[in-house]
């Protein structure tokens, strides 16, 4: 059974302070996504990887940056937190071999930046 | 770009009746089509999905159908019960770069009167 965790379910930050959101999934999959999820506007992603080291942006990548150091492991950064970057953020890992292939989620980071 | 369309955002049909959401896509290169299901406070989960080599597929109550000329597809539940309310996300999908990348529409709210 495919498991993806995020570090925490709920996050309140100041604005201007750096936020580390971090994803680990077990189950040696290649592809790892980072998504934030607003009322009407659905999944939009911010940034995706698709193998260590790797990274591709995604739609939305302004004001994010990603991390993949581990193939288990993809890490959402914010460097300097602003009030519209309060949002729900998912994160979603994919094997690749000759995919696509459905995409595990996370159970979701709430942030909310005051 | 790339973009997928869906709709209705909220649809509410009485226990029993049939309910339909529909997509269309605007990239032609697209191959793969997954329905994702989030349920309230949880984590979106893949439903069902179908590539485009077939037109319909069907798994019990709920079944897909694609029109590759026309770039839609749309979900179809049959004999609705209370567990189906959720939000559900049509996707689309094409094995582009070396990544899956898959492209959400904005969500459906669907409500099952009772």
């Known amino acids: 059974d495919v498991k993806v965790t995020q570090s925490s379910r709920y996050l309140v930050k100041r604005t201007g302070e750096k936020v580390f959101l971090e994803c680990v999934q077990d189950?040696?999959?290649?592809?790892m996504f980072w998504y934030r999820q607003d009322p009407g506007l659905g999944l939009r992603l911010i940034y995706f990887?698709?193998?260590?080291?790797?990274?591709e942006k995604g739609d939305i990548p302004e004001g994010y940056s990603v991390s993949r150091e581990k193939k288990e492991r993809f890490s959402l950064i914010l460097e300097s937190t602003s009030t519209n970057q309060t949002s729900m953020y998912l994160c979603?890992?994919?094997?690749?071999?000759?995919?696509?292939?459905?995409?595990?989620f996370g159970p979701g980071t709430r942030l909310t930046v005051t | 770009g790339e973009n997928v369309e869906q709709h209705p955002s909220t649809l509410s049909v009485q226990e029993g009746d049939s309910a339909v959401i529909k997509c269309t896509y605007s990239d032609s290169a697209s191959n793969y089509f997954p329905w994702y299901k989030q349920e309230l406070g949880k984590r979106p989960q893949l439903i069902i999905d179908?590539?485009?080599?077939?037109g319909e597929k069907k798994d019990q109550r709920i079944a897909v159908t694609l029109n590759k000329t026309a770039k839609h597809f749309s979900l179809h539940i049959t004999e609705t019960q209370p567990e189906d309310s959720a939000v559900y996300f049509c996707a689309a999908s094409s094995m582009r770069s070396s990544a899956s990348k898959i492209i959400f529409g904005s969500g459906t709210r669907l409500s099952i009167r009772p």
């Open positions: 179908i590539r485009s080599n077939v």
């Open positions: 979603a890992s994919s094997p690749s071999d000759r995919g696509p292939y459905e995409q595990y």
């Open positions: 990887s698709y193998d260590v080291k790797m990274k």
């Open positions: 189950m040696d999959h290649e592809n």
